[in-house]
């Protein structure tokens, strides 16, 4: 709830400041507008020192109206505010003191609530909501002691606290609320922004780099920044790793720059899995992988994702390597243990398909 | 001709192409390539997705009727890509292509053939699934892919060459080819029969 230090001098701020100025014009009028008819129709006591209380709030209203244009800051110190809340205070004493009975409509009545708003905008609703109260509660004072013991002017008394207190809460509340939003929508702009500047200029570099450098370890980090500046750039980099897809360009990744091959992840349909298939599948798959890139010379691995007819997901991983007799060759321990049995935990199957001279495919089910 | 935004992009991409290519013309956006490809006439245009202009689709829009025009992209943007092969470009390429993997496919996209990567082909599949799903109820739907197309299709997507793909289906690749360029026009001829479906459903006729 405490308010919190603030400057003055953004647009949102000056804005509701300015709105302030205009308001308390108005008032000045309306205040003006009602010591009139309350003078010819000889409601008031001492018209002169109502109207000094007048001229005065004027005269800081101008105050008050050039520093919100030519010194934001200025306008938010605790100087000002206090000055701003005297002035209101006077008014509203002056409201109980200038009439000689009550008044239809009193000519100070408007203005404090001008103050109050002030100081919510400039210091928080804490502070806007204490300075409306204390202006109420010195309203039921004065008013009080000029007037005691009619109940219906201290229900009035107290119903101006809390519309006073209400007035200073709210509208700290709102310039908050406010500052927030374009807090927001900067942050986001700023982001939007960083992004586009990253697109066209990082990653693009680092793709060139990619393409044109000889060194595999200069290669290597420029695919691994490119990936997590994109991933970074499209706000992907919160996704949970569960995902089938993230999952298995993750895994990709690693095969890359563990196998030094490239390999590509693609996916036709990517069916939602259970955490655990994902993972058996990513595994299968990266295991296939590396044993196309070091027992068959492979330098270019496919991952195909696809939703399987029969329910589950079907990846198939196919290399450029020298490929084997499928018939004559026994199956490895890579194969038994870490495909089929990581499949098999949950529930899938694998198949193997190769020709020597084009390469080995290898399809791998879950459910 | 040569188009992107980022000169050391095209300079990078010159150095690669080598000597078995001549660059007729750069251009730094759309525009620019839209009036280098009219003036100069190339054999072949590589156009950057995203640039200034309207990017290549706009270029795409424009002259894919005049030149086969192959799309480079840093991003997988899969309906952008979708959208620009199905409006006439040869196919894209990647950022990350390797250098002889790039001449390779400029070769052969000059000569008119598809730029064919097995993500083009994943997202092929995916779109005609997803077509097929959504015209059940429409009688005039048109042709879907047929048997072979779609399994010569999902054998360019596992990453098999034409090469592989011909021996697997027992096919010439040259027929394993005409697959994959009739797929390309189903595609065309799909998303005009949408766009007129649509403008009826919603009346603008």
New interface residues.
């Given amino acids: 709830m405490a308010s919190t230090p603030r400057t003055h001098a953004d647009p949102q701020t000056r804005s509701l400041l300015v709105g302030v100025s205009v308001v308390r014009w108005a008032t000045i009028l309306w205040a003006g507008v009602v010591l009139t008819v309350d003078a010819s129709d000889d409601q008031i006591d001492h018209p002169a020192i109502a109207a000094a209380i007048l001229l005065v709030v004027a005269a800081w209203s101008i105050v008050t109206t050039y520093l919100t244009t030519a010194d934001p800051d200025g306008m938010g110190s605790w100087l000002v505010i206090g000055v701003d809340l005297t002035a209101a205070a006077a008014l509203v004493i002056g409201n109980v003191v200038v009439y000689a009975g009550a008044p239809e409509q009193s000519f100070g009545s408007a203005w404090p609530l001008t103050a109050v708003i002030f100081t919510g905008v400039s210091r928080g609703r804490t502070a806007g909501l204490v300075a409306g109260v204390s202006l109420g509660v010195l309203n039921v004072v004065v008013s009080g002691s000029v007037d005691p013991g009619t109940g219906s002017t201290w229900v009035g008394a107290a119903g101006t606290s809390v519309l006073l207190g209400l007035g200073g809460w709210a509208s700290g509340f709102v310039t908050d609320r406010l500052r927030k939003a374009e807090l927001e929508v900067a942050e986001a702009r700023i982001r939007e922004q960083f992004a586009r500047t990253l697109h066209d200029g990082v990653l693009q570099t680092l793709a060139a780099v990619q393409r044109r450098s000889d060194d595999p370890g200069l290669v290597e980090i420029a695919r691994n920044q490119e990936l997590e500046l994109r991933r970074y750039v499209t706000g992907d980099f919160a996704a949970p790793a569960d995902d089938l897809m993230s999952s298995m360009r993750d895994a990709a990744r690693l095969v890359e720059r563990r196998d030094g091959v490239v390999c590509e992840v693609v996916a036709v349909e990517v069916p939602d899995l259970e955490a655990a298939a994902v993972a058996a599948l990513t595994a299968a798959a990266t295991e296939a992988a590396t044993n196309a890139a070091k027992h068959a010379g492979a330098t270019r691995i496919t991952w195909c994702l696809d939703r399987h007819p029969e329910g589950g997901a079907v990846c198939s991983v196919r290399d450029d390597g020298s490929g084997f007799e499928p018939v004559a060759t026994e199956e490895g321990v890579g194969w038994t243990r870490s495909i089929r049995g990581r499949l098999a935990e949950v529930g899938g199957r694998a198949e193997v398909s190769s020709t020597p001279g084009s390469g080995t495919e290898v399809r791998l089910w879950v459910p | 001709m040569l188009a992107d935004?980022?000169a050391?992009?095209r300079s990078?991409v010159r150095?690669?192409l080598g000597e078995g290519f001549h660059v007729v013309a750069e251009a730094a956006d759309a525009p620019e390539a839209i009036a280098a490809i009219r003036s100069q006439k190339p054999d072949l245009a590589l156009v950057d997705l995203?640039m200034p202009g309207g990017g290549g689709a706009a270029v795409v829009a424009e002259c894919a009727r005049e030149v086969p025009i192959v799309v480079l992209t840093?991003?997988e943007a899969e309906r952008d890509l979708l959208d620009t092969v199905a409006a006439g470009a040869v196919g894209y390429l990647t950022?990350?292509?390797?250098?002889d993997d790039?001449r390779r496919a400029l070769t052969r996209a000059a000569n008119g053939e598809p730029v064919f990567s097995?993500?083009l082909?994943?997202l092929l599949?995916?779109e005609f699934?997803r077509l097929a799903s959504t015209s059940d109820n429409d009688p005039d739907a048109p042709q879907t892919l047929s048997n072979r197309e779609r399994e010569v299709l999902?054998a360019v997507?596992?990453?098999?060459?034409n090469?592989?793909i011909a021996?697997e289906l027992f096919i010439s690749p040259k027929t394993v080819e005409n697959h994959v360029r009739n797929t390309l026009a189903k595609l065309h001829l799909t998303r005009r029969h949408e766009l007129i479906r649509w403008a009826i459903e919603h009346q603008i006729t």
Wanted: charged residues 30%.
């Fill in positions: 935004d980022h050391i992009w990078g150095a690669d995203n840093v991003s950022k990350s292509t390797r250098p790039l097995p993500q082909a994943a599949l995916g699934r999902a997507a596992r990453g098999g060459s090469k592989d021996e």
